[in-house]
């Protein structure tokens, strides 16, 4: 069974300097990416607030989109080195340095550096985490307004996908494995911790959702 720890290496493996470089590219020739832009959506309806953790946030699409629409403080954090760096070169070019806080590594191991923020995204992290109970209960902690994720459908279809990935990651000898969890069992542990649905939405094979403080 693949730890926690050999499991954000696999992950700093996979999304490495070379896919990083490429949706950056993209990004600045398109902007966010379809999914990402799907949670922007939802985050323009509010609250938004002045502060943010990016959880996974890779390139820092939301975090940018988030700076420039009046938000004061953002936190990113990745588990890929090969993002976060890019990431962080952006933030020296475009006047963020100030405004921007970067961390590479489990932001469940590294809550503690960490402050409290108004919201949390979690954008298609979820799917790279063995532990959701632990990440979402994280999330539902630092979140004083909203969380803004997305994650995969569920279902014996997304269950065969995830058997061919995992299949090729493990050819390619990386400890890193891509996770299918229920979706009800997701919902269910926003509730336990106090937030409920305030909009959801569905981006083939991605659902979309954002989450309010009761």
Known sequence: MTSIKEHCCGADLLFDEKTAIKQYKSYLKKGPSRVSKRIIGQMEKGPLGDSLIDVGGGIGAIQWWFLQNGGEKSYGIDASSGYSHLAKEHASKNNYEKST??????????????????????????????????????????????????????????????????????????????????????????????????????????????????
């Not at 550096?113 to 994280?138: E, F, G, S």
């Not at 909203?146 to 279902?155: F, K």
């Not at 229920?182 to 954002?210: I, M, Y």
Request: hydrophobic share 40%; aromatic share 12%.
């Open 101 to 214: 806080q970067f961390l590479i590594g489990d932001f469940v191991d590294q809550k503690n550096l960490l402050p409290q923020v108004d919201h949390v995204t979690m954008d298609k992290v979820i799917c790279c985490y063995p532990d959701y109970n632990a990440i979402i209960d994280l999330a539902c902690q630092k979140a004083t307004k909203s969380i803004s994720l997305s994650y995969p459908m569920d279902g014996w279809i997304a269950d065969a996908f995830r058997a061919i990935g995992v299949l090729v990651i493990k050819l390619k000898g990386i400890p890193f494995k891509p996770y299918i969890h229920r979706v009800s069992s997701l919902r269910s542990t926003f509730e336990k911790n106090g937030f409920k649905l305030k909009e959801q939405d569905l981006a083939f094979p991605w659902h979309v959702e954002t989450y309010v403080k009761d």
